[in-house]
């Protein structure tokens, strides 16, 4: 089960439509601009899959036509801290891993 | 680039064996064992993605048959620290996301 929850949570959609929605409260349309370039397949099933392990809430609000809105749940940000650091271990690690590839590459060819 | 790197920290199987790997030093079939239930082939391709991003470290000594070991680099126990945030976040939500999915597909059904 462990392994099931890290494949969903490690997923790198996952970790941007998490990072992305934060604290903040999104529509479906503004999540697609921001997460780009995700496609709207896949912002629909990561939010589905997301919506469905509890760390996203989907709001539907009687206007017309019907509004939408995503947001993190408290479990969602309780992931949010570890999926930011990892992101940010991510970013901080990219050149070098970057060049690593370059070299590994080289050597192998 | 980052989501590149995302992709491959965030990947179960690394999130895995980067855990597994820890402080210590393993082979290949010790790995396989201890990170099951995963194929030789997804082991292999796990490993070498590691190795070409400079996480993972591949001693070949010189013995008859060579032995070959696996370590996490400086680099890959850096990423050790938040992976083991990440694990540990997932083991602490398995159940309650358990229960989330069970009830989300009955309301789906």
């Known amino acids: 089960m462990i392994r099931s ?3 969903r ?3 790198k959609w996952s970790v941007a ?3 992305q929605l934060g604290e903040s409260t999104y529509r479906f349309n ?4 921001l997460v ?10 990561t939010l589905r899959g997301l919506e ?3 760390l996203v809430s989907r709001t539907v ?3 017309s036509p019907p509004r939408v809105d995503y947001a993190l749940t408290g479990r969602g940000r309780s992931l949010l801290v570890v999926l930011r650091d990892l992101a940010g271990w991510a970013e901080a690690h990219a050149e070098e891993i970057g ?3 370059a070299e590994f590459d080289q050597r192998e060819a």
Chains 1, 2 share one sequence.
């Open 5 to 7: 929850v890290l494949e």
């Open 9 to 11: 949570v490690g997923d």
């Open 17 to 19: 439509v998490v990072c």
């Open 30 to 33: 503004e999540l697609r601009r």
């Open 36 to 45: 780009s370039p995700i496609t709207q397949r896949m912002l629909s099933a």
């Open 52 to 54: 469905r392990d509890g």
């Open 61 to 63: 609000h009687p206007t």
């Open 99 to 101: 060049s690593s590839r």
